[in-house]
T-cell receptor, first 113, second 113 residues
Framework: KAGVTQTPRYLIKTRGQQVTLSCSPISGHRSVSWYQQTPGQGLQFLFEYFSETQRNKGNFPGRFSGRQFSNSRSEMNVSTLELGDSALYLC????????????FGSGTRLTVV | GDSVTQMEGPVTLSEEAFLTINCTYTATGYPSLFWYVQYPGEGLQLLLKATKADDKGSNKGFEATYRKETTSFHLEKGSVQVSDSAVYFCAPISNFGNEKLTFGTGTRLTIIP
């Protein structure tokens, strides 16, 4: 079966711009989570959606937002980009959450210049 | 909140050596525990998991046992291969509706032929 698909794989943006990243979960998975990975901070949780509702949120500024559609696909948006937003953004999906484990996509590498 | 302490890397071993990567955690209630692996340029892959005390997760020759009394989930493999070179992450997830993985800093493993 198809895995978690993230698009695009690579992005280069300028400071102050905004960006939208997309994640298509595994068919049947209703939980979608987003993580930011940087060399300095490691893997940090952004937010988690289940059935179109944000269920959990990490400690990121309001410039980071997300949403989930009725088909479970999810998008995250970062507005007013800063150099420090350069990172690998990973999406993970699960049937319902913790007990089933999460399947990760290959990520979107965002570079802010 | 949840936290993870992982063995500091990098770890370099010869092929066929025995591997142990230590992981201890703090988490609410009775968390599920996961080991993820990240190969260069890729997202995270679920390696193994355990959902209750004394459970042993295993996959591809790797094993880890959920030790509630010592809050540990050490990863072991009896004979490593060059293809095991990757970064390994330990992650608990609390099962009280807080659906987020808390990752350790990761342990970079390099296997020398």
């Amino acid at each position: 079966k198809a895995g978690v698909t993230q698009t695009p794989r690579y992005l280069i943006k300028t400071r102050g711009q905004q960006v939208t990243l997309s994640c298509s979960p595994i068919s049947g998975h209703r939980s979608v989570s987003w993580y930011q990975q940087t060399p300095g901070q490691g893997l940090q949780f952004l937010f988690e959606y289940f059935s179109e509702t944000q269920r959990n949120k990490g400690n990121f500024p309001g410039r980071f937002s997300g949403r989930q559609f009725s088909n479970s696909r999810s998008e995250m948006n970062v507005s007013t980009l800063e150099l420090g937003d350069s990172a690998l953004y990973l999406c993970a999906s699960s049937r319902t959450g913790s007990d089933y484990g999460y399947t990760f996509g290959s990520g979107t590498r965002l570079t802010v210049v | 909140g949840d936290s993870v302490t992982q063995m500091e890397g990098p770890v370099t071993l010869s092929e066929e050596a025995f591997l142990t990567i230590n992981c201890t955690y703090t988490a609410t209630g009775y968390p599920s525990l996961f080991w993820y692996v990240q190969y260069p340029g890729e997202g995270l892959q679920l390696l193994l998991k355990a959902t209750k005390a004394d459970d042993k997760g295993s996959n591809k020759g790797f094993e880890a046992t959920y030790r509630k009394e010592t809050t540990s989930f050490h990863l072991e493999k009896g004979s490593v291969q060059v293809s095991d070179s990757a970064v390994y992450f330990c992650a608990p997830i609390s099962n009280f509706g807080n659906e987020k993985l808390t990752f350790g800093t990761g342990t970079r493993l390099t296997i020398i032929p």
